[in-house]
């Protein structure tokens, strides 16, 4: 087990009982809540839908197991397997609104950073402890958004944190895990992951242990990966809540189509490309050497963001907490006393032991005025290139009837309007077959796609982007007329519902 670097003693900054964690949350929270562009916490259009399944939970007195929201797919098959998260964005809008969710987002981030940087602590130098907390913070930035996943960040670190303090501690990981796993399992998918992870670092934890106590260590780890598992099942999607994310995983249209699953577009700055070329100046310099097997999962989690950008920020967040201890280990080791950077750490060791109650207490107050500030400053809405307002306003007085065919960024915003849609985030349920003929109708890759699909479903009115293919058609289909155009969507609406008004 590392050693806790402690404070200096004589530091006049230790005076005041500050540290870098209680530093860091509070550098967070305000920065995101007073940020120019809050709103970024609400740019996905997911967001919708998720407050309006919650609603729907608390209207019904359960969580549903049939579509409810969509005209094209009635009664299919579907499990809100986050259920609990959104019964928490559901509360949180109803008694906050659009602010309270940005709230909630950014204290779920500041909690993730604060916790990251105390574990980092504990095993590095503080500077290098601070440098890689802000290369985790910037990657989770990437996908900061009034979604379950954020407020699955923080079980995601403390999990994987307790799991790596089990491996150099060479002792199981503490029961209680198996209840934070039941809570992880109904907030957010990614609690596969840490399945995934348990069982990594169980092979870990037994490399790494003595011979003689290997087959006791094992045993012990074994039950608990099993315990996990069985803990996962707790959820109203049963077993069916372990096999989603394979099942998402093998849906290759649905993944080279939604934004957030392609790779990241490195035309662009992304803060993995700086993670990277620094891992790399690291490891060419000679200055890391990690297990080969933590090496391994590292990998796998770097294969994951370039793959699909979500993923930059489990990789953010997880990999300084693999790399910590045999980072700390080499470069104590490759120190030389009297350079220049000692003195550096020395002021940054002054903020590394735990806060004092007071600071603890003066920055609580700060946190509190700053999310008074925000949940009354009325600054705070969804993006307008997801939000179709006008144009749904503009459709129905415009006669418009009958299912809709929208655009997949609309889908949420119709939802919680209470208006039944074609197609919406939700594309593990709809499929990739449902999704490549919906793909094509829209681009016109084939030019008689989209007049099938009007006439399978009886569409009586589109809601689609500007720059969709599939308007330019509408615009010269007989029998539909365009109602409506803005920055943000189009309408068209079939001739015999205008003429029946």
Sequence with gaps: MERTLSAAPHSDVRMVGVSWPLLAFLAVLVGVLASPRPFALLLDGDTYWHLAAGRWIVEHGVVPGTDPFSHSMPEAPWTAHEWLSELVLYGVHRLGGWAGLVVLGALSFAATVAYLMRF????????????????????????????????????????????????????????????????????????????????????????????????????????????????????????????????????????????????????????????????????????????????????GLLHLALKHQRNVAVLGLVSPLLMAAPLAQHWRRSSVPGRDVESLDRVFRALAAPASAMSVAIAAGVAVLAIAAALHSGRYSPAIERTPQAAVEAAMRNGAHGPVLNDYGFGGYLIYNRVPVFIDGRADMYGDAFLKRYIEALGMSDPAALPQLLDQYRIGWTLLAPGTSAVAMLDRLPGWRRVHADSVAVVHVREDALAAR
């Design 120 to 299: 980092l602590m504990k095993r590095m130098e503080p500077v290098h402890a601070l440098l890689f907390t802000v290369f985790g913070g910037l990657m989770a930035l990437t996908h900061l958004l009034a979604r379950p996943h954020v407020l699955a960040w923080p079980l995601l670190v403390v999990w994987v944190a307790m799991l790596v303090d089990a491996v150099e501690q060479r002792r199981p990981p503490p029961w209680w895990m198996l209840g934070l796993m039941v809570l992880w399992a109904n907030l957010h998918g990614s609690f596969t992951l840490g399945i995934a992870l348990a069982a990594a670092l169980s092979v870990d934890a037994v490399i790494s242990a003595p011979r003689g106590q290997r087959v006791d260590i094992a045993r012990r780890w074994a039950a608990f990966v099993v315990l996990c598992v069985l803990a996962a099942l707790l959820t109203p999607s049963g077993w069916q809540g372990l096999w989603f994310t394979f099942h998402v995983m093998g849906m290759g249209v649905a993944l080279a189509a939604i934004a957030e699953w392609r790779s990241p577009d490195f035309h662009g700055f992304q803060p993995v490309e700086l993670w990277l070329l620094t891992m790399l100046c690291i490891a060419c310099a000679g200055l890391v050497r990690l297990p080969w097997l933590r090496l391994l999962i590292v990998a």
